[in-house]
């Protein structure tokens, strides 16, 4: 059984920081391409980062450049999305996501169930 388990979201101030962990099991995240989407109310889900697993290079959206960094921990097989500088607009549903092919991509294999951050200005 695959589980990505999402963790760490929460009500911050505008400029304040979260750090969303992602457990996994089942597999093992240093053969996946990993990454962070979100999904605010009436919108679609949108990418918000991601480390490709084939060369590890990242990607991050144009809305969070500068501010969130995407990280995993082998060890621990967990995977991280620290944010900076919170704003409003961050607020959504963040989840989780890995897949097996050699890039990112939306389309991603497995994902968590979520975890809110919610910015408040």
């Known amino acids: 059984e695959v589980q990505l388990q999402a963790s760490g979201g929460g009500l911050v101030q505008a400029g304040g920081s979260l750090r969303l962990s992602c457990a996994a099991s089942?597999?093992?995240?240093?053969?996946?391409?990993i990454g962070w989407f979100h999904q605010a109310p009436g919108k679609e889900r949108e990418g918000v980062s991601c480390?490709?697993?084939?060369?590890?290079?990242?990607y991050y959206a144009d809305s969070v450049k500068g501010r969130f960094a995407v990280s995993s921990d082998n060890a621990k097989n967990t995977m991280y999305l620290q944010m900076n500088s919170l704003k409003p607009e961050d607020t959504a549903v963040y989840y989780c996501?890995?897949?097996?092919?050699?890039?990112?991509?939306?389309?991603?294999?497995?994902w968590g169930k979520g975890t809110q951050v919610t910015v408040s200005s």
């Open positions: 089942g597999i093992t995240l240093d053969s996946y391409n």
């Open positions: 996501a890995a897949r097996l092919g050699p890039r990112c991509r939306h389309d991603m294999d497995y």
């Open positions: 480390i490709n697993f084939s060369d590890d290079s990242t």
